[in-house]
């Protein structure tokens, strides 16, 4: 089972400010097949990104995702208020698939 | 648009069955996706319970895969969750998803999640 770290556990951050949160995975993701979901208090999950650094349907170009291999990024170039949240990395490229155990985006 | 929408009972004694049903609209369970349950214990991250196709093939995270079963019911565009000899550590919210597109596949449709205590 590929294990995946998230880091920090929490950031506390102004709008407008940036974030970068990281994944680390415990062995190489296949092809690159990692995701990043947004997830609002009382709410399901919803993609961000997809295979490292696609954005899904609609997301703002302020979220980009980036990494390779092992380390993986979420970036957020300028905090809107909707954005604070938890933030879950997740890799599909080996059974069972496993998701971080998230980042806070905090005010 | 995909919706998915989780049912069943939301307090269940420990060592009892847990069932839900996930009712899909706005599509037909195709046999290119997966149907998935994902869970979250309150306060803490995701927990990928396992999945089925419409063919029927099942993939049970190992963790959970002596008391999961996962089935669908093409007819009735739902599929659904037993998870058997529950105890407290089973208490969370339940959610349905999809992956569409493959084997290698995010989940892209999410369900809103049921609430689901084991408690005596």
């Known amino acids: 089972e590929i294990v995946l770290t998230q880091s920090p556990g929490a950031l506390s951050l102004s709008p407008g400010e940036g974030a970068t949160l990281s994944c680390r995975a415990s062995?190489?993701?296949?092809?690159?097949?990692l995701a990043w979901y947004q997830q609002q208090p009382g709410q399901a999950p919803s993609l961000l990104i997809y295979?490292?650094?696609s954005r899904a349907t609609g997301i703002p170009d302020r979220f980009s995702g980036s990494g390779s291999g092992t380390d993986f990024s979420l970036r957020i170039s300028r905090l809107e208020p909707e954005d604070f949240a938890v933030y879950y990395c997740q890799q599909y490229g080996s059974s069972p698939w496993t998701f971080g155990q998230g980042t806070k985006v905090e005010i | 648009q995909v919706q998915l929408q989780e049912s069943g009972p939301g307090l269940l004694k420990p060592s009892g069955t847990l069932s839900l049903t996930c009712a899909v609209s706005?599509?037909?369970?195709?046999?290119?996706?997966?149907w998935t349950w994902v869970r979250q214990p309150p306060g803490t991250g995701l927990e990928w319970i396992g999945e089925?196709?419409?063919?029927?093939?099942?993939n049970y995270n190992p963790s959970l895969k002596s008391r999961v079963t996962i089935s669908v019911d093409k007819s009735k565009n739902e599929f659904s969750l037993k998870l058997s000899s529950v105890t407290a550590a089973d208490t969370a919210v339940y959610f349905c998803?999809?992956?569409?597109?493959?084997?290698?596949?995010?989940?892209?449709?999410w369900g809103q999640g049921t609430l689901v205590t084991v408690s005596s």
């Open positions: 706005g599509g037909s369970i195709s046999n290119t996706n997966w």
């Open positions: 062995q190489s993701v296949r092809s690159n097949y």
């Open positions: 998803a999809r992956r569409a597109g493959g084997a290698y596949s995010f989940f892209d449709y």
């Open positions: 295979d490292a650094s």
């Open positions: 089925i196709q419409l063919s029927g093939s099942t």
